[in-house]
Structure formats: structure tokens, C-alpha cells
């Protein structure tokens, strides 16, 4: 499986960025989907998961209410919508995938990660 994210960038305080990670190789709908980011010094976290169908979420506290994951398994893609966005928010994020149906571990699959900066 790859896994291509996209969809980074530089936004304000208060701004929404779409994250996007394209599946190949392999079809992942029957995988979790999951995103993490790991910003400049800090060990890589958990940010958000999706099971197979898309009928169950989970979120790190950190971004509850704020993130939203989705999926698209006809077009083999993940997608994280972020709004109001904090300067804390900034860091790399990989998107990955998990054959083993843990929402938080045993991803075996990862994307090469895109960056997002949030400014104040």
C-alpha cells in the first residue's frame, strides 16, 4: 500500500485546511485510516481515526470538535478537515493505514506526510 498525502500549507490562526491521502497499490477499504502529526521537537501523536466504513471516529483531545475524518473507499482516499486551526496545530502530517482494525496502533502503512503551518 502507498499512501500520498496532500493538501498542506500555511494558513492563519482561525483558518480550515483539507487534508488529503490517496491510497495505492492496494484497496484500504477494509483498513482504518488514521492521521498523526508530529511537530518540530515533539514525538510523532495520534490525531484522528476512521474505521472501514467510515460509521466510526476517533479524535485526540486536542482536536475534538475542530477535526473531522472522513473516507471515500470508492476513490481509495482519506480526508481530514481542519478548522480553526491553532498555532499548535503546526506540524507534519501522515496519514496511515492499519490492517489490524486498532484505531490507535498497529498501523503498518505510512504516507510520506505534508506540512501545515498555522500562523498567529
Known amino acids: 500500500v502507498q499512501l500520498q498525502a496532500s493538501g498542506g500549507g500555511l494558513v492563519q490562526a482561525g483558518g480550515s485546511l483539507r487534508l488529503s491521502c490517496a491510497a495505492s497499490?492496494?484497496?484500504?477499504?477494509?483498513?482504518?485510516m488514521g492521521w498523526f502529526r508530529q511537530a518540530p521537537g515533539k514525538e510523532r501523536e495520534f490525531v484522528a481515526a476512521?474505521?472501514?466504513?467510515?460509521?466510526?471516529?476517533y479524535y485526540a483531545n486536542s482536536v475534538k470538535g475542530r477535526f473531522t475524518i472522513s473516507r471515500d473507499n470508492a476513490k481509495n482516499t482519506v480526508y481530514l478537515q481542519m478548522n480553526s486551526l491553532k498555532p499548535e496545530d503546526t506540524a507534519v502530517y501522515y496519514c496511515?493505514?492499519?490492517?489490524?482494525?486498532?484505531?490507535?496502533?498497529?498501523?503498518?502503512?505510512w504516507g510520506q506526510g505534508t506540512l501545515v503551518t498555522v500562523s498567529s
Open positions: 496511515a493505514a492499519d490492517p489490524y482494525n486498532d484505531p490507535f496502533d498497529r498501523y503498518d502503512y
Open positions: 497499490g492496494r484497496t484500504v477499504s477494509s483498513y482504518y
Open positions: 476512521v474505521n472501514w466504513s467510515g460509521g466510526s471516529t
